[in-house]
């Protein structure tokens, strides 16, 4: 079965500083790995996707995200936060026509 | 500008009550999805559509059911409305196959008293 693990529930980062999020994921095959970005209040926003190729994939709002099949992982980073990031963000993973899978979210607090 | 339209944002509702959450899509997308959102659960699945008059149930199907008579409207019904019930319920749709991933709606925030 396919899961995902987001292991940091809750990130806090200023102002201009990097970030970068964790995804663990388990697929038995090539999967779709996605991340959704969720404000306050609001639905979930895609900020990127990766199928197959560069495995460094370009978002929207200047994120980016990093696919390495040996570990598992597609990891979120931004090089500098805005106060506007601060968000839920959500890993989610799939392929075919299977479901989707989503991670339980990390929420990101940016302080000045 | 593609929508997933809900047609609430907020509602209140009493115990026993029936309740009713539409959901709306103009992308001419074949399948649709209602999930609860809580503090530290995540997103958890309730029901799902693959085509009209479909549904199959998802991880948390116990006191919901769902109607998809069109295309483009899946609802969600809450056949009697309890308090633990209280949560966001958000609606997504997608084409057939994940690669494009889910257009999610902005959430209904429902508070049963």
């Known amino acids: 079965a396919q899961s995902v693990t987001q292991p940091d529930i809750h990130i806090t980062v200023s102002e201009g500083a990097s970030l970068e999020l964790r995804c663990n994921y388990s697929y038995g095959a090539t999967p779709y790995l996605f991340w959704y970005v969720q404000s306050p209040g609001q639905g979930l926003q895609l900020l990127l996707k990766?199928?197959?190729?560069?495995?460094l994939v370009q978002g929207i709002k200047g994120f980016e995200a990093e696919f390495k099949r040996s570990q598992s992982s597609f990891n979120l980073r931004k090089p500098s936060v805005h106060w506007s990031d601060a968000a839920e963000y959500f890993c989610a993973v799939g392929g075919g026509n299977e479901k989707l899978t989503f991670g339980t979210g990390t929420r990101l607090t940016i302080i000045p | 500008d593609v929508k997933v339209t809900q047609s609430s944002r907020y509602l209140v509702k009493r115990t026993g009550e029936k309740v009713f959450l539409e959901c709306v899509q103009d992308?001419?997308?074949?399948?649709m999805f209602w999930y609860r959102q809580d503090p530290g659960l995540g997103l958890r699945l309730i029901y799902f559509?693959?085509?009209?008059?479909?549904?199959e149930k998802g991880d948390i199907p116990e006191g919901y059911s769902v109607s998809r008579e069109k295309k483009e409207r899946f609802s969600l019904i809450l056949e009697s409305a309890s308090t633990n019930q209280t949560s966001m319920y958000l609606c997504?749709?997608?084409?057939?196959?994940?690669?494009?991933?889910?257009?999610f709606g902005s959430g209904t925030r429902l508070t049963v008293v």
């Open positions: 997504a749709s997608s084409s057939l196959g994940v690669g494009y991933g889910y257009t």
């Open positions: 990766y199928f197959s190729g560069d495995t």
């Open positions: 559509s693959y085509d009209v008059k479909m549904k």
């Open positions: 992308m001419d997308h074949e399948n």
